[in-house]
């Protein structure tokens, strides 16, 4: 069983930076994709980012809403994942969670909140 564990969140103004972490407690390279997702209060949670291996070759696809302004890495050596945040805006106030896809079995961390102020 892996386990997930957001950091990196907190209080920060429009415009600003932040960047989350994920760190597993097992090895990520066998995992077939990993992601970020979000869900902000009264809405449904959504995707925000995701790598896919394929192969040798990891694929990153964003949701339009923060394409150009956040960035997902993966760290095998690590076993982390990280979601590099910049121009954030008062929307992406939510709380963040981290995924992880192993085979048809999906892991999720407790989530990191994030708060964006206008």
């Known amino acids: 069983q892996v386990q997930l564990v957001e950091s990196g969140g907190g209080l920060v103004q429009a415009g600003g930076s932040l960047r989350l972490s994920c760190a597993a407690s097992g090895s990520i390279f066998s995992a077939n994709a990993m992601g970020w997702y979000r869900q902000a209060p009264g809405k449904e949670r959504e995707l925000v980012a995701r790598i896919t291996r394929r192969g040798i070759i990891n694929y990153a696809d964003y949701a339009d809403s923060v394409k150009g302004r956040f960035t997902i890495s993966r760290d095998n050596a690590k076993n982390t994942v990280s979601l590099q945040m910049n121009s954030l805006k008062p929307e992406d106030t939510a709380v963040y969670y981290c995924?992880?896809?192993?085979?048809?079995?999906?892991?999720w961390g407790q989530g990191t909140q994030v708060t964006v102020s206008s």
């Open positions: 995924n992880a896809l192993f085979g048809e079995t999906i892991h």
